[in-house]
């Protein structure tokens, strides 16, 4: 079974792409941070621009073309996960969707759809998005024997996550992340679409609404709203119908328009895009995309770099580095270590390793961790609600634990060993500054907001 830590991968997601390429953590995290960013998000922009400066029946000058190429990589969805310390399997989706919508605007629908076949090894939500892209080919072809990929997308689906997922299963943090994200709308991915379709009235209880409605409106916005211009162009969104929907319907803030659950998504948003860019005016053409480009870095720098911290963006690999170092020299292989946050899969290759989101004091206790390696510029990135001091006071219960002493303390990081029994040690105060690390936290956006206004 494959794992990251105690945790069974396929419990959470059926990523086969992952498991064969999990062997490459053994690079080091910046070489393979360059090597999937380059891969994932360069491939996705060689193959866009190949298929725009190929595009023989556009009537837009090479100028123009070079100009909705910026647009792309500069618009908050693309620029903001790319700059990002962590990897993701939806960062490998980008270069695949690109080759299908590159053959399929060459009406290689067989090819097109090959690719995103290819898509459901990277992650078990690609099936939804090949139940619309066949549906999607049917309509652009007006041939109904492409609705066969629906059909074996959907059975695809409801095996993986109601068979294969369940029986590679050795815990319940799958079952545990499903309540998370989906609340009351069941218990498996089966259960919870058959209840959003039959009980809509649930989804109302799932909370997040404005950030969900306000993440959709920066992603058109930063593209000039120009798939809406055109109503030929809507067509192309077709495909990432039911994956925004995975992520409407959840409990949790997924659909953000900086979050990794937009990447499958995000093609056929440019794809549209790019329809309506080639058929608008072209005294248009420029000045739509100038208004874009100067959004997409207006919402980068005020709503991503601003408020959730230029040192998430630009300091944490070299955290990482020292982590993944931290890791190798200084915990033995046969240790069991507690830890968390981006940098866990070098933490946890190849060992006896535990991921926490938050600490929680009793659990520490009970299962007696040998080593707790804790990042603390990162640490507090997923915490959803800015109130929420839940982490905070875990920490610092933590640094009080006199069956714990620091071997390492600097740049951030802390290195906890477990001492023996009623030996007492000295705990260096590394948690009275915790609270300064609390603003990269996602929950605090609305407050950065206000202040924002404020200040104003």
């Known amino acids: 079974m494959m794992g990251i830590g105690s945790v069974n991968f396929f419990n959470i997601h059926f990523s086969v792409a992952y498991l064969l390429l999990s062997p490459l953590y053994f690079v080091g995290p910046s070489l393979l941070i360059f090597i999937w960013k380059l891969i994932s998000y360069g491939g996705f922009i060689i193959i866009v621009s190949y298929l725009i400066k190929n595009d023989k029946q556009s009537s837009a000058s090479n100028w123009e073309r070079n100009l909705f190429l910026v647009l792309v990589c500069l618009h908050p969805t693309f620029i903001t996960n790319l700059i990002s310390p962590d990897i993701w399997d939806s960062d490998l989706i980008l270069p695949f969707l690109a080759l299908s919508i590159l053959y399929t605007s060459f009406n290689r629908y067989y090819l097109g759809i090959f690719w995103i076949f290819l898509t459901f090894f990277i ?236 600490f929680q004091p009793k659990e520490i206790e009970l299962i007696k961790y040998k080593y707790i390696l804790i990042n603390l510029s990162t640490v507090f990135w997923e915490v959803q609600s800015c109130n929420d001091y839940t982490l905070l006071s875990n920490l610092k219960a933590l640094n009080q634990n006199s069956n714990y002493e620091v071997k390492y303390n600097n740049n951030d990081i802390i290195l906890l060993m477990r001492t023996t029994p009623g030996i007492s040690s000295f705990q260096p105060k590394w948690s009275e500054n915790l609270e300064n690390y609390q603003y990269v936290s996602q929950g605090c956006v609305k407050n950065n907001i206000m202040n924002i206004f404020k200040k104003l």
């Open 123 to 358: 992650k078990e939500d690609m099936m939804l998005l090949g139940i619309m892209y066949g549906l999607f080919i049917a309509i652009k072809s007006k041939e109904v024997k492409y609705l066969i990929f629906s059909l074996f997308s959907l059975a695809m689906f409801l095996i993986v996550t109601n068979i294969l997922m369940p029986l590679s299963s050795t815990s319940e943090s799958g079952l545990e992340l499903l309540n998370f994200s989906y609340g009351n709308l069941g218990e498996s991915m089966g259960e919870i679409i058959i209840n959003s379709v039959l009980h809509p009235t649930l989804l109302f209880e799932n909370g997040f609404w404005i950030r969900k409605f306000a993440s959709i409106f920066i992603i058109f916005a930063c593209f000039g709203f120009l798939p809406f211009l055109k109503k030929r162009s809507i067509i192309y969104l077709i495909p990432g119908i039911a994956v925004i929907g995975y992520t409407i319907i959840a409990a949790q803030p997924y659909l953000d328009y900086s979050k990794h659950y937009m990447l499958a998504f995000f093609p056929f948003v440019v794809w549209s895009a790019y329809e309506t860019f080639i058929t608008i005016h072209e005294d248009s053409r420029s000045r739509v995309a100038f208004l874009a480009i100067i959004l997409s870095i207006s919402i980068v720098i005020i709503f991503q770099l601003n408020m959730r911290s230029w040192s998430y963006y630009f300091t944490p690999i070299k955290n990482i580095d020292t982590l993944e170092s931290i890791s190798a020299n200084l915990i033995p292989k046969d240790a069991s270590v507690l830890t968390g946050g981006i940098a866990s899969p070098w933490v946890c290759y190849n060992r006896n390793c535990f991921v926490s989101a938050d």
